[in-house]
C-alpha cells in the first residue's frame, strides 16, 4: 500500500515564504512523476506544479518564478519551496504521484491527504 504524507503547511504573512514536503512510502518499484496540486475554497483542484523522472518540470503560470518543485529520488521525496506568498496562494495543498508497485504493474495515481496554506496578514 502506498501512501503520501505531506508536510509544512501553516499561516504565512504577503511575502514569506513556506517549504511543502512530500514523502512516498509502502510498496514502491518506480515513481514516475510527483507533484503538487492545490484546491481553494470553492474551486476545483489545480496543478501547481509537477516534477517527473529526469527532472523535468512545469508549473502553473500563477506560481512561475515563486515556487520551485524539487525532488529526491532516494528517499522518495518531493518538495514545493514558496516564495513571495500571496493570499491567492491559500489552499490545501495535496501531494500527487505516478507510482509503480511492482514491476509488471501498471502505474496508478496516488493522492496525499493535504496541507493547508494560508497566506494572511
Known amino acids: 500500500q502506498v501512501q503520501l504524507v505531506e508536510s509544512g503547511g501553516g499561516l504565512v504573512q504577503p511575502g514569506g515564504s513556506l517549504r511543502l514536503s512530500c514523502a512516498a512510502s509502502g510498496s514502491i518499484f518506480n515513481i514516475n512523476a510527483m507533484g503538487w496540486y492545490r484546491q481553494a475554497p470553492g474551486e476545483q483542484r489545480e496543478l501547481v506544479a509537477r516534477i517527473i523522472t529526469g527532472g523535468s518540470t512545469n508549473y502553473a503560470d500563477s506560481v512561475k518564478g515563486r515556487f520551485t518543485i524539487s525532488r529526491e529520488n532516494a528517499k522518495n521525496m518531493v518538495y514545493l519551496q514558496m516564495n513571495n506568498l500571496k493570499p491567492e496562494d491559500t489552499a490545501v495543498y495535496f501531494c500527487?504521484?505516478?507510482?509503480?508497485?511492482?514491476?509488471?504493474?501498471?502505474?496508478?495515481?496516488?493522492w496525499g491527504k493535504g496541507t493547508l496554506v494560508t497566506v494572511s496578514s
Open positions: 500527487n504521484a505516478l507510482i509503480q508497485e511492482r514491476q509488471w504493474r501498471a502505474v496508478a495515481q496516488y
